[in-house]
């Protein structure tokens, strides 16, 4: 039998190695980057072709004198709105990671997490240094327009006393509601972040990063929708867009008596609209995951960088489509596996589009406007009087 106790003792072994392996970087405390803050821009021809804007470095404390820093770069006119930060720092103070954040976004740029590489890297293919983003990095990074996941070995967090969820302040940071306002104003809800922060090593609550592009604390490229009401006689219109990537492709309805019409406009990012159409074969909605009227309806046209379509529905659906997790707008092209087109979830802006579903429901025949509410009787003088008295 000794055969069989080293084979199980060699298994918990190694059961425990993949354990260590799975957070190696988690294991303690990163050294971080503790010097002064470093700057470094990358705006070269290449960089811009490829990537369509400027790449800025940041590197080190974020402190008072590092938003100053940026502030004068933005000001000299070197960074332009689409500017990608890439963020390596594991020392500041959180109201400098909040002004940092709120300068971003002013500015329009977007952030994400990774190390400066020097040299000729794009020749060499050398692999990227891993980066930290801790407690000011971390707010500062909410504050890009678009921000993206991390990968690899790059890790994002906070010091457990920098949480936004705790009842208490700590000594020199900020207290807890304007933790969570700011982030309300980044559009990162604070129950939604608790959700990813839930890994606590060391005092550390380290992000997940599989969870944070599901719970809106990152978005890659993918903002939440908006919603617009034209109140038009006769014919109300609602506009729903969804911007990805800065292009922004829209779900237009107007409502009729009995029906709305539901139209899709895909923008598309290198105009190529004029060539795509004449090779459409056919567009569709889905619902969920059910799509509408499949090869039915003409086919999509180029409206200047757009295929648009449209699709008439029985008023009906219209409730069932305003609710829906996933609305979208599927193009199906000759001689290309890969279907085209745009998705949103109407239910996100629903508090938006009651005011059109109900002057829509007005339109219909046989509608019945519900009873004004009636208003509760007052008291008699006698009951008002005996009331003060009690």
């Not at 200047?304 to 609305?327: C, S």
């Not at 509608?367 to 009087?385: D, F, H, N």
């Amino acid at each position: 039998m000794p055969h069989l106790f080293v084979n199980r003792r060699l298994q918990r072994l190694l059961a425990a190695a993949g354990c260590m392996l799975a957070i190696p970087a988690m294991a303690k405390t990163p050294p971080g980057f503790a010097g002064p803050l470093t700057v470094h821009l990358r705006s070269d021809r290449m960089t811009l072709r490829m990537a369509k804007a400027p790449q800025l470095y940041l590197a080190g404390t974020i402190d008072a004198g590092a938003v100053a820093q940026v502030q004068q770069l933005l000001q000299s006119g070197r960074l332009s709105p689409g500017t990608d930060v890439y963020l390596d720092s594991s020392h500041g103070d959180v109201a400098s990671g909040m002004a940092l954040g709120k300068l971003f976004r002013n500015a329009r740029f977007n952030t994400h997490l990774g190390a400066w590489r020097s040299g000729s890297w794009r020749a060499s293919g050398s692999s990227a240094l891993p980066a930290t983003c801790l407690d000011a990095c971390a707010y500062a990074y909410l504050g890009g327009v678009y921000r993206w996941s991390p990968s690899g070995a790059d890790r994002i967090g906070l010091h457990e006393n920098l949480l936004p969820d705790r009842t208490t302040t700590a000594p020199g940071t900020p207290p807890p509601q304007q933790l969570r306002d700011y982030m309300a104003s980044m559009g990162v809800r604070p129950v939604y972040f608790a959700q990813v922060s839930q890994l606590v090593m060391n005092g550390i609550a380290w992000w997940n990063t599989e969870k944070m592009a599901p719970w809106l604390v990152a978005n890659n490229g993918r903002l939440p929708p908006t919603a617009s009401y034209r109140k038009a006689p006769g014919a109300p219109v609602l506009t729903l867009t969804q911007e990805v990537r800065g292009n922004r492709s829209l779900m237009v309805l107007q409502c009729a008596s009995g029906k709305f019409s539901l139209t899709a406009r895909y923008v598309q990012s290198d105009s190529s609209a004029e060539r795509l159409a004449p090779r459409t074969m056919y567009a569709y909605f889905e619902v969920g995951k059910q799509a509408l009227g499949m090869r039915q309806g003409a086919r999509p046209k180029a409206d200047g960088d757009a295929l648009v379509f449209t699709r008439e529905l029985p008023f009906t659906e219209l409730d069932t489509v305003l609710r829906a997790p996933l609305l979208a707008a599927r193009i199906e092209v000759m001689g290309s596996p890969v279907r085209l087109g745009f998705w949103l979830d109407p239910a996100v802006v629903e508090p938006q589009t009651r005011a059109f579903y109900a002057d829509c429901q007005a339109l219909q025949p046989g509608y019945v406007p519900p009873p004004p509410t009636a208003k509760p009787a007052k008291r008699s003088l006698w009951k008002r009087i005996k009331g003060v008295f009690k």
